[in-house]
């Protein structure tokens, strides 16, 4: 029997679909009604102590639209935002973890906790009061982009630095026996090096990743960026769909070390959630997608991925997880002999010039078009580099074909 069920941190689950810690796990309620909805675990969002005041903008989050080909529908690429940790403080969630440990105890619940970078008591505070509630696991939020909490190092600023969060990581380790993910910025150097440092100090696993630090775009009119808080900015995370290569390569990085990583960025798809499982993620998290779609974009994840289990044979995720590990390779391990040429299926082409255009300006001048667009692909002078593939509109009306003479 194939099974989506998973294994992680001790805990069974029923599939590998988590809500990051982010607006759709924004109450107890909302992460009941995903639970009904077949999310197998969920983490709360991130937890500040009763001490820390959370006062949000509005607006918060700001996206990277476009207009799909087929129609003028605006269509969210990406999200960027400035949103702080939970408005509810930690009375709020440790009454609620309890409860939903209650009600749903066959689901997954990770306490997302953050504190001040120096803040000991604090650290330890959350920690032991969200084992107490009954939370499965803590998740350290060492990575929140904004620096919009306390006038403190904390989220990122700590993700950055491996002593601190060698540190903090160390605090809560003595202080809980339940398992410790950290949930980590990929806006660092080295993130294998900080993996390793962590697991050292007590982690039992990774979440690659939060969301990256970026501003998101400049209003032309006003010169502010965006989100415009009257008419100022700040630097936020983005998240969603621009976020998975990022998201990919951390994850590829952190794997290899041995823990159990949960992957998140940019998983909109079972497809995307396929990529990060072949790149050793055995759960995997989902924020920006359910802000889309809503959390009846579970069904399609998980008919998806099942599906893709069945067709490669598989009847379980770990059985593909980390396979593509070993294809992630130093670029001076790649194949320079096999040579490849472009070609154009002339029967779908829909003659509109951009791959003309892309390799006379971007390429090497191997494909020219005439009066009436139709390409013609010079095989002496092109170089197989894809450009011209990557640029068509048309699905695999352009591929790339092996030459049949390796040259050197
Ligand atoms: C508006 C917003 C608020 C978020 N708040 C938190 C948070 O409180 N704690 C946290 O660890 N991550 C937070 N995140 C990050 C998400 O948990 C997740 O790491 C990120 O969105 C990438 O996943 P996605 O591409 O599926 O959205 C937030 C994301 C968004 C969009």
Not at 238 to 266: D, N, Q, Y
Not at 360 to 367: M, N, V
Request: proline letters at 5%; aromatic letters at 6%.
């Amino acid at each position: 029997m194939t099974t989506l069920a998973v294994d992680f941190l001790g805990f069974h689950l029923q599939n590998p679909f988590i809500l990051a810690s982010a607006p759709p796990t924004n109450t107890v309620e909302m992460i009941a009604r995903a639970f009904e909805r077949g999310w197998a675990g969920a983490v709360t969002k991130t937890i500040p102590l009763e001490k820390v005041p959370v006062v949000n903008t509005t607006p918060r989050i700001h996206s990277i639209a476009f207009a799909g080909f087929e129609e003028e529908a605006r269509r969210v690429y990406a999200f960027g935002n400035i949103e702080l940790v939970s408005e509810k403080h930690a009375d709020y969630w440790m009454a609620g973890i309890t409860k939903l440990r209650r009600d749903f105890p066959d689901r997954f619940l990770m306490a997302s906790i953050m504190a001040d970078a120096g803040a000991k008591d604090d650290w330890v505070e959350l920690a032991t009061r969200a084992e107490k509630a009954g939370a499965c696991a803590l998740e350290l939020n060492f990575s929140c982009p904004h620096g919009g909490m306390p006038p403190h190092a904390v989220g990122a600023a700590i993700g950055q630095d491996p002593t601190i969060a060698k540190r903090i990581v160390g605090w809560v380790r003595a202080a809980v026996k339940i398992p410790i993910v950290v949930k980590l910025t990929a806006a660092v150097t080295d993130l294998r090096q900080l993996g390793q440092t962590l697991i050292e100090a007590g982690a039992d696993g990774f979440c690659t990743i939060n969301s990256f630090p970026v501003i998101l775009g400049v209003d032309l009119k006003t010169h502010s960026p965006l989100p415009s808080v009257s008419g100022k900015g700040n630097v936020g995370g983005l998240t969603g769909r621009a976020l998975k290569p990022i998201a990919l390569r951390a994850t590829s990085e952190i794997a290899p070390l041995g823990k159990p990583v949960s992957g998140c960025g940019g998983i909109s798809t079972w497809e995307d959630a396929a990529e990060f499982v072949l790149l050793g993620a055995s759960t995997l998290q989902v924020c920006s997608a359910v802000m889309l779609e809503g959390y009846d974009v579970i069904t399609d994840l998980k008919d998806g991925l099942l599906s893709y289990l069945e067709e490669n044979g598989a009847t379980q995720l770990s059985e593909l997880c980390g396979k593509a590990l070993k294809n992630v390779v130093p670029h001076s391990a790649l194949d320079v002999r096999t040579r490849r040429v472009s070609a154009v299926d002339l029967s779908t082409c829909s003659r509109c010039g951009k791959c003309a255009i892309a390799c006379r300006d971007a390429g090497y001048q191997a494909i020219t078009d005439g009066a009436d667009r139709t390409p013609m692909v010079d095989r002496d002078k092109c170089d197989g580099c894809g450009l011209c593939v990557q640029v068509c509109p048309v699905w695999e009306c352009i591929t790339l074909a092996e030459r049949p003479a390796a040259r050197a």
